[in-house]
């Protein structure tokens, strides 16, 4: 079972770069997430959505955006890059918006440099 | 100011030894989950609790949720080295739609 699955696991970028990350998940779940987790802490929501079409800003939007054009695909941009934004990165899912289960990616790890 | 605040946030203890982790707000949770994260993986779900009061156990792991559910501690008896990693609390807001984490408490079991 292929779950919550996150490209790419690792990247590098410079100060002022873009990039997509890149999130799938194959339970026909409704509701999906990013979050951000830096060293030693707990996770911070970035964006969530509720169904395709639809998505809304968690605690920490500001330098990313998202796109829901399908139930599967959720993808985040990071437009600019800045050393503020190295983290890593996990996308989940859930069938319900709560206090149902939420189902993590591995991650990636993204360093700007 | 966190939501939900977490304590410790780091224990290292001995295999054989227990160990309690807490997790606390002054606000009221309508329901309140614990994960567990291990290194390079994503956290995964131990259990969900909703009932003020409420004791789950998951083999040597117990979940207690206060009466007043604003605070819950998770319990691990004869701790192993397999349960190192980091511990979550997580909570629903209102809106029901976004989870909350606490900053997490991160236990080391040494063998």
């Known amino acids: 079972n292929a779950g919550v699955t996150q490209t790419p696991k690792f990247r590098i970028l410079k100060i002022g770069q873009s990039m997509t990350l890149q999130c799938a998940q194959d339970?026909?779940?409704?509701?999906m997430y990013w979050y951000r987790q830096d060293p030693g802490m707990g996770l911070k929501l970035i964006y969530y959505s509720v169904g395709a079409g639809i998505t809304d800003k968690g605690e920490v939007p500001n330098g990313y955006n998202v796109s829901r054009s399908t139930t599967e695909d959720f993808p985040l941009r990071l437009e600019l890059a800045a050393p503020s934004q190295t983290s890593v990165y996990f996308c989940?899912?859930?069938?319900?918006?709560?206090?149902?289960?939420?189902?993590f990616g591995e991650g990636s790890r993204l360093t700007v440099l | 100011t966190q939501l939900l605040e977490q304590s410790p946030q780091f224990l290292s203890i001995q295999e054989g030894e227990n160990l309690t982790v807490y997790c606390n707000s002054s606000?009221?949770?309508?329901?309140l989950q614990w994960y567990r994260q291990e290194p390079g993986e994503g956290p995964v779900l131990l259990v969900t609790?909703?009932?003020?009061?409420e004791v789950k156990k998951l083999k040597r792991l117990t979940f207690q949720f206060g009466d007043a559910r604003k605070d819950s501690s998770l319990h691990i008896t004869a701790a192993q080295p397999g349960d190192t990693g980091l511990y979550l609390c997580a909570t629903h807001k209102a809106a029901g739609n976004k989870l909350t984490f606490g900053g997490g408490t991160r236990v080391l079991v040494k063998p």
């Open positions: 989940a899912s859930s069938t319900t918006g709560g206090p149902g289960e939420l189902f």
């Open positions: 609790v909703v009932t003020g009061g």
């Open positions: 606000s009221v949770f309508s329901s």
């Open positions: 339970m026909n779940h409704n509701y």
